[in-house]
């Protein structure tokens, strides 16, 4: 296939990397859809004194756990990818190494 | 079947060995790597040994295995590993054997690698040649060209043209000199030539190996054309002091090409034998590189075998070996069969003899561990090595160890990450260790793969406990808060608090670990941690230094120092817990007695329930130190009691006052037990003058023990009192010192919230979906700077915190160390310093 451009250390750091990526941003994504209080202080709202009524702020509070939640999974998906590309350049390494 | 508890027992044995089994059983105790050996000759230099000259056969062997093994690497031959087991050192009769193959092997590749010297110096003087005579080919039509005649009149001045009117003939040298040198050859021939002399030159573009340092050098060929036969020899000279090679170079075009066709063929000619040379050196080194760990072995083996023999003395027969060794006791059986196998194999007739020896020196400390109880014994011998048949601490640091880094490390994915790196180590053990990976650190952190997988699994529980996973706490249960408050007080404030003596706190606590709202309490958060955290430090670290006095009682009972348990183990007890284990008991006191009381219904004013709330809650601190000054505080709040329970001033008075009188029966205790011994000893020694003649048993048993040495009283008073000022302010220090724990798990927690909240906060603050992207990259950056700072340099940190404590605070308590350790006579162990030493 194509030709490698990582070496083995960079595809191994890429391959850990994705795979501790894909399981603790998926979480975070479940979390903040179940709208977790532990995430609240890590959610877009605006500046401090935005906000005059309880309603509005459990409105822009809301929308801040779902637009992360799918945040969470695009970057999840985006690790998904660096996994396989990863991985494909670990395989490749390992195999010309035998090879030799 | 020995145990961690104590080292094993050792025994002193004499061994006799007839000369001809001897080689035989050495090789067979060698595999079993059971004993050692003492030195017999300990004055006797390395020349006068009686097997000095097969040691120096051996070194000569490893000498030329060493020089294939060169040969081998700098081909790149990869070399097989042995499969299966490891040869035997092989008979005496098959060293002659041995050698004569190392020593064809090494004559036939210096013959090749000369040969191959020779054929590259030939093909260097061949290939410069044609370069020379390629070149030159421009610089003969440059002369020939008359639009250059003005250069050469000008170069030659203006006798020549006065001379003859017409163009003189000029002498030419060709030849070809390294790159670097050449400014520095045109500057000295125009000097010493004044001038007189024309060089060109013209560089080679590729580049041409040395033949002797096979360096690839780039060589530039030049021309020098000169007048007369004075400036010859001079340009000679030069070309000699620059170590420019000179050629032969015909004048006329057509002799130029006949002999550039004469080179070309050569070149081919000898690329051919080159490339034969190269293929024979090659076929050989290949044959030699399926054997040569092998022979590397077995060389080894050899040679240690011999450097054992030579510890041996010569019996006065001259028949028979006798050696000293140190034997664990229950190996006896197994070393008595490989010696018999031993005999057996040289067809020796004699059985070889091990008799046990009595012997008043300290035996080695032995300690018979596995692969994963070696890495925490190893913990332990860093500091000291057990005395012999002392109380081991490995067994219980097995968990101790992994458990106090966790209170420290405390975050479950921290944990997490580091049970996983420990287990995959731990998983793929055999194929990590059959590569034999050179990296110092990597072997560190594979020696120690169970201990980090240990720590990670006690992370994850402590982290658990904590509720902290990369600073964020999971909320499993369900937490135990509740918000009272109405729409307006939470506009109007921008923090509130919940009170647990009301219906905030539901009064039922989370059931496992801190509850998952403390991680929104900004502002009192460290503040609760901080007191939970400290007396959980105290409380661990008091049952730690009991747990280890404890251990020096069942050293005390086995050394029978019957003394010493009255007089120092009591003392060290009674101390350490009638003041700290009473604190801890205090603790536990102030933690189940003061708190809401929701039967109440709340904020009653009844003065007995205000006296349990956790208004009245005292502190422990100020408690201890008013209970070790003996003062009275007064009391700043009238509505409580002064005291946790009743009593509390009488029994604390009264524990104080016990444990000040502990410290004078530590310190003079023992000394006075002493000094009552010797005086004894000294009525008695009289004695056995008279009585040695007629029973010779009890003149006998008294010298013995007057043996044993008779301390200056001084010397016993001052140890003693170094011990016991020791113990008294240690006790104090080191409980103090347990309070790391809180102080590392405080730093933990603290770098993970600041790593969360300026890093992976920022990819967290999008509002639309170019923020996942975003996140994406931010999320590697976290991930690096948790893995590089809170897994490894706090995981560094807390380990060597951990170790400091089991060194000093629980060592102290009961451990001498003052042994040495147990090196068995064992291939294994020489054969893996030999191949390590190598790399």
């Given at each position: 296939m194509?030709?490698?451009?990582?070496?083995?250390?960079l595809?191994?750091?890429?391959?850990v990397?994705?795979?501790?990526?894909i399981?603790q941003?998926?979480?975070?994504?479940?979390?903040y859809?179940?709208g977790?209080v532990?995430?609240l202080e890590d959610?877009?709202?605006?500046a401090?004194g935005?906000h005059?009524?309880?309603d509005?702020?459990?409105?822009t509070?809301?929308?801040?756990y779902?637009?992360?939640a799918?945040?969470c999974?695009?970057?999840a998906l985006?690790?998904?990818?660096?996994?396989?590309?990863?991985?494909h350049q670990?395989w490749?390494?390992?195999?010309?190494?035998?090879s030799m | 079947?020995?145990?961690?508890?104590r080292?094993?027992?050792m025994t002193?044995?004499q061994?006799?060995?007839q000369?001809?089994?001897?080689?035989a059983?050495?090789s067979?105790?060698?595999?079993l790597?059971?004993?050692?050996?003492?030195?017999?000759?300990?004055?006797?230099?390395?020349?006068?040994?009686?097997?000095v000259?097969?040691v120096?056969?051996c070194?000569?062997m490893e000498?030329?295995?060493?020089?294939?093994?060169?040969e081998i690497r700098?081909?790149?031959?990869?070399?097989?590993?042995?499969?299966?087991?490891c040869?035997e050192?092989?008979q005496?009769r098959?060293?002659i054997?041995l050698?004569?193959?190392?020593?064809k092997l090494?004559n036939?590749l210096?013959?090749v690698?000369q040969n191959?010297?020779?054929?590259?110096?030939?093909f260097?003087e061949?290939?410069?040649?044609?370069?020379?005579l390629r070149k030159?080919?421009?610089?003969?039509?440059?002369m020939a060209?008359p639009?250059?005649?003005?250069?050469?009149v000008?170069?030659?001045?203006?006798e020549?043209l006065?001379?003859?009117?017409?163009a003189?003939?000029?002498?030419?040298?060709?030849?070809?000199?390294?790159r670097?040198?050449i400014?520095a050859?045109e500057?000295?021939?125009?000097?010493?030539?004044r001038?007189?002399v024309?060089?060109?030159?013209?560089?080679i573009?590729?580049?041409?190996e040395d033949?002797?340092?096979?360096?690839?050098v780039?060589k530039s060929?030049?021309?020098?054309?000169?007048?007369?036969?004075?400036l010859?020899t001079?340009?000679?000279?030069i070309?000699?002091g620059?170590r420019?090679?000179l050629?032969?170079?015909?004048?006329?075009p057509a002799?130029?090409r006949?002999m550039a066709m004469?080179?070309?063929?050569?070149i081919?000619?000898?690329n051919t034998?080159?490339g034969q040379?190269?293929?024979?050196?090659?076929?050989?080194?290949?044959?030699?590189?399926?054997?040569?760990?092998?022979?590397?072995?077995?060389?080894r083996?050899i040679?240690?075998?011999?450097h054992?023999l030579?510890?041996?003395?010569?019996?006065?027969?001259?028949?028979c070996?006798i050696?000293e060794c140190w034997?664990?006791?229950?190996?006896?059986?197994?070393?008595?069969l490989?010696?018999?196998r031993?005999?057996e194999?040289?067809?020796?007739s004699?059985?070889?003899?091990l008799?046990?020896?009595e012997?008043m020196?300290?035996?080695p400390?032995?300690n018979?561990?596995?692969?994963?109880?070696?890495a925490?014994?190893?913990?332990?011998?860093?500091y000291?090595?057990?005395?012999?048949?002392?109380?081991?601490?490995?067994p219980?640091t097995?968990?101790?160890?992994?458990f106090?880094f966790?209170v420290?490390?405390g975050d479950?994915?921290?944990?997490?990450?580091m049970?996983?790196?420990?287990?995959?180590?731990?998983?793929?053990?055999?194929?990590?260790?059959?590569?034999?990976?050179?990296?110092?650190?990597w072997?560190?952190?594979?020696?120690g793969?169970?201990?980090i997988?240990?720590?990670?699994?006690?992370s994850?529980?402590?982290g658990l406990?904590?509720?902290?996973i990369?600073?964020?706490?999971?909320?499993?249960f369900?937490?135990?808060?509740?918000n009272?408050?109405?729409q307006?007080?939470?506009?109007?404030?921008?923090?509130?608090?919940?009170?647990?003596d009301?219906?905030?706190?539901?009064?039922t606590?989370?059931p496992?670990?801190?509850?998952?709202?403390?991680?929104?309490?900004e502002?009192n958060?460290?503040?609760?941690?901080n007191?939970?955290?400290?007396?959980i430090?105290?409380?661990?670290?008091v049952?730690?230094?009991?747990f280890?006095?404890?251990?020096s009682?069942w050293?005390?009972?086995?050394?029978?120092?019957?003394?010493?348990?009255?007089?120092?183990f009591i003392p060290q007890?009674?101390?350490l817990?009638?003041l700290?284990f009473y604190?801890?008991?205090?603790m536990?006191?102030?933690?189940t007695?003061?708190?809401?009381?929701?039967?109440s219904?709340?904020?009653?004013d009844?003065?007995?329930?205000?006296?349990?709330?956790?208004?009245?809650?005292?502190?422990?601190?100020?408690?201890f130190?008013?209970?070790?000054?003996?003062?009275?505080d007064?009391n700043?709040?009238?509505v409580c009691?002064?005291?946790?329970?009743?009593?509390?001033?009488?029994?604390?008075?009264?524990?104080?006052?016990v444990?000040?009188?502990c410290?004078p029966?530590?310190l003079?205790?023992?000394?006075y037990?002493i000094m009552?011994?010797?005086?004894?000893?000294?009525r008695?020694?009289h004695?056995?003058v008279?009585?040695?003649?007629?029973n010779?048993?009890?003149?006998?048993?008294?010298?013995?023990?007057?043996?044993?040495h008779d301390?200056?009283?001084t010397?016993v008073?001052?140890?003693?009192?170094i011990?016991t000022?020791e113990y008294?302010?240690?006790?104090?220090?080191?409980?103090?010192s347990?309070?790391?724990?809180?102080a590392?798990?405080?730093?933990?927690?603290?770098?993970?919230?600041?790593?969360w909240?300026?890093?992976?906060r920022k990819?967290l603050?999008?509002t639309?979906?170019q923020?996942g992207?975003?996140?994406?990259v931010?999320?590697?950056?976290?991930?690096a700077?948790?893995v590089?700072?809170?897994?490894?340099?706090?995981?560094?940190?807390?380990f060597?915190?951990t170790?400091?404590?089991?060194?000093?605070?629980f060592q102290s308590?009961?451990?001498?160390?003052?042994?040495?350790?147990f090196?068995?006579?064992s291939f294994e162990v020489?054969?893996?310093?030999?191949g390590?030493?190598?790399?």
């Open positions: 194509a030709c490698k451009f990582c070496g083995p250390k595809s191994l750091c890429g391959l990397l994705s795979v501790w990526g399981i941003l998926t979480l975070m994504g479940v979390f859809q179940i977790a532990a995430l959610l877009p709202l605006e401090e935005g005059h009524s309880i509005s702020f459990v409105a509070v809301e929308a801040g779902r637009q992360n799918i945040n999974w695009i970057a985006l690790y998904v990818i660096t996994l396989v590309v990863s991985g670990f490749m390494n390992n195999r010309s190494s035998v | 079947m020995g145990s961690l508890f080292s094993e027992e002193l044995c061994l006799f060995l000369s001809e089994a001897a080689y059983c050495v067979e105790l060698g595999e790597g059971l004993v050692q050996f003492r030195d017999l000759n300990p004055d006797v230099n390395a020349f006068q040994r009686k097997f000259n097969e120096r056969r070194d000569e000498r030329k295995l060493r020089y294939l093994e060169k700098r081909d790149g031959i990869p070399m097989l590993e042995i499969p299966g087991e040869p050192a092989p005496p098959e060293m054997d050698e004569a193959t190392f020593e090494e036939e210096r013959e690698n191959a010297e020779a054929l590259k110096r030939n260097l061949l290939t410069e040649l044609k370069h020379i030159t080919q421009v610089f003969f039509d440059e060209d639009s250059r005649e003005e250069e050469q000008t170069l030659l001045g203006e020549g006065m001379a003859g009117g017409q003189l003939k000029l002498g030419f040298v060709a030849g070809v000199i390294l670097e040198r400014p050859f500057r000295m021939l125009w000097r010493a030539c001038g007189n024309f060089l060109r030159q013209a560089e573009d590729t580049p041409l033949p002797s340092s096979s360096d690839q780039y060929v030049f021309i020098i054309f000169f007048q007369g036969d004075q010859k001079r340009v000679k000279k070309c000699e620059f420019a090679t050629y032969p170079c015909p004048e006329a002799d130029r006949e004469g080179v070309m063929t050569r081919e000619d000898l034998v080159l040379t190269q293929d024979h050196r090659h076929r050989v080194l290949v044959a030699a590189a399926k054997n040569i760990k092998n022979w590397f072995v077995k060389v083996k040679k240690a075998i011999y054992t030579n510890l041996f003395n010569l019996d006065v027969t001259q028949k070996l050696a034997v664990p006791a229950l190996d006896l059986e197994t070393i008595q490989a010696l018999r031993g005999t194999r040289s067809g020796s004699v059985p070889p003899i008799n046990r020896m012997t020196e300290d035996p400390t032995y018979r561990t596995n692969k994963f109880t070696s925490f014994q190893n913990l332990i011998y860093a000291g090595v057990a005395t012999y048949r002392e109380v081991n601490p490995a219980y097995i968990i101790t160890f992994p106090l966790a420290m490390f479950l994915g921290h944990g997490a990450l049970a996983a790196f420990g287990f995959w180590m731990c998983y793929k053990e055999k194929p990590l260790q059959a590569k034999k990976i050179d990296s110092e650190i072997n560190i952190f594979f020696g793969r169970y201990i997988l240990l720590m990670g699994l006690f994850m529980y402590t406990i904590y509720n902290d990369f600073s964020k706490s999971l909320n499993i369900g937490s135990s808060w509740r009272n408050y109405n307006s007080t939470l506009m109007s404030n921008k923090l509130l608090q919940l009170n647990p009301s219906w905030d706190y539901l009064q606590p989370y496992f670990g801190i509850d998952p709202v403390w991680q929104l309490a502002a958060k460290i503040i609760f941690m007191a939970y955290k400290m007396k430090s105290i409380i661990i670290g049952f730690h230094m009991l280890g006095v404890c251990l009682l050293n005390h009972i086995y050394f029978k120092r019957r003394i010493s348990i009255y007089v120092e007890i009674v101390f817990t009638l700290f604190m801890v008991l205090l536990f006191i102030k933690w007695t003061y708190g809401p009381d929701p039967a219904n709340f904020n009653n009844d003065p007995e329930i205000v006296k349990t709330s956790a208004y009245c809650a005292p502190s422990i601190l100020i408690t130190i008013n209970m070790m000054l003996f003062k009275h007064e700043s709040r009238p009691d002064e005291v946790m329970y009743a009593g509390q001033m009488g029994i604390q008075k009264f524990f104080v006052i444990a000040l009188l410290v029966v530590m003079f205790g023992k000394p037990f009552k011994e010797q005086k004894q000893r000294a008695q020694g004695q056995p008279e009585g040695a003649a007629e010779g048993s009890a003149g006998g048993a008294a010298p013995p023990a007057h043996a044993h301390e200056d009283i010397e008073f001052i140890h003693q009192g011990h000022i008294v302010l240690g006790s104090v220090s080191h409980t103090a347990y309070l790391r724990l809180w590392l798990s405080l730093a933990h927690a603290q770098l993970a919230e600041v790593a909240n300026m890093l992976l990819g603050m999008s639309d979906f923020g992207i975003f996140l994406y931010v999320f590697a950056g976290w991930a700077i948790s590089s700072i809170l897994v490894l340099m706090e995981g560094l940190s807390a060597l915190h170790l400091r404590l089991h060194w000093v605070e308590k009961f451990y001498a160390g003052e042994g040495y350790l090196q068995p006579f020489i054969l893996d310093s030999a390590q030493g190598e790399e």
